[in-house]
């Protein structure tokens, strides 16, 4: 079965320094991976996804996050944080024909130090 | 469309009543999950529907825990009898077409059970 580890429930960074959030999965087949983000009092929004393809995607505000097959890793980054990327951002991971089903890491509160 | 709705926004009950949580999916989306949020376990999978069909409902905690797809555009979580460990945030999802695209998540039920 498929599973995520998010390391590091909270992390800390000044605006402007590089945000790098952890996430390793364990999967037998060839996984999609997302990561999502989570502001106060909502639901979840994708902020982008692998499939197939590219190993280095692209997604919203600025966040990007490259597939490591031989770490079993997607780590999200962004260069310079903003203030409005303080949230909590969760890696989930889903197998096509497998149950469909996606699962989700417990998530990384990102906080923003003035 | 309106995106996935969810009722009520916020429900407070005392221990041993029946509570029951709705969910409206996106029109046209075959796949429906239901996920309970919690600080200390996260976002874990319930139960999710293919079709209107559970395909896996491994996840639900307890007997107490019964869901629901009477249509393509409906869908409830009921819990009896509720006990205060079930005070959570309770989120719906629905997807097209499998586990490769885009989860779209209401704005969650905040359950408190007194």
């Known amino acids: 079965a498929q599973s995520v580890t998010q390391l590091g429930s909270h992390v800390s960074v000044s605006e402007g320094a590089l945000v790098l959030l952890r996430c390793n999965y364990s999967?037998?087949?060839?996984?999609?991976l997302f990561w999502y983000v989570q502001y106060p009092n909502q639901g979840l929004q994708l902020l982008l996804k692998?499939?197939?393809?590219?190993?280095l995607v692209k997604g919203i505000n600025g966040f990007e996050a490259e597939f490591k097959k031989s770490e079993t890793s997607f780590h999200l980054t962004k260069p310079s944080a903003h203030m409005s990327d303080a949230a909590e951002y969760f890696c989930?991971?889903?197998?096509?024909?497998?149950?469909?089903?996606?699962?989700f890491g417990k998530g990384t509160r990102l906080h923003i130090l003035p | 469309d309106a995106g996935v709705i969810q009722s009520p926004r916020h429900e407070v009950t005392e221990m041993g009543q029946e509570v029951t949580l709705r969910c409206k999916p996106i029109s046209g989306h075959d796949y429906l999950f239901w996920y309970r949020q919690t600080m200390m376990r996260g976002l874990e999978l319930l139960i999710y529907f293919n079709n209107n069909v559970p395909i896996d409902d491994s996840g639900m905690p307890e007997d107490r825990f019964s869901a629901k797809m009477p249509n393509a555009s409906f869908s409830t979580l009921k819990i009896q009898p509720s006990e205060p460990r079930d005070s959570a945030v309770y989120f719906c999802a629905s997807i097209l077409g499998g586990g490769s695209t885009e989860a779209f998540f209401g704005q969650g039920t905040r359950l408190t059970v007194v």
């Open positions: 692998y499939t197939t393809g590219a190993t």
């Open positions: 999967s037998s087949v060839p996984p999609y």
């Open positions: 989930a991971v889903s197998v096509k024909g497998r149950d469909d089903k996606i699962i």
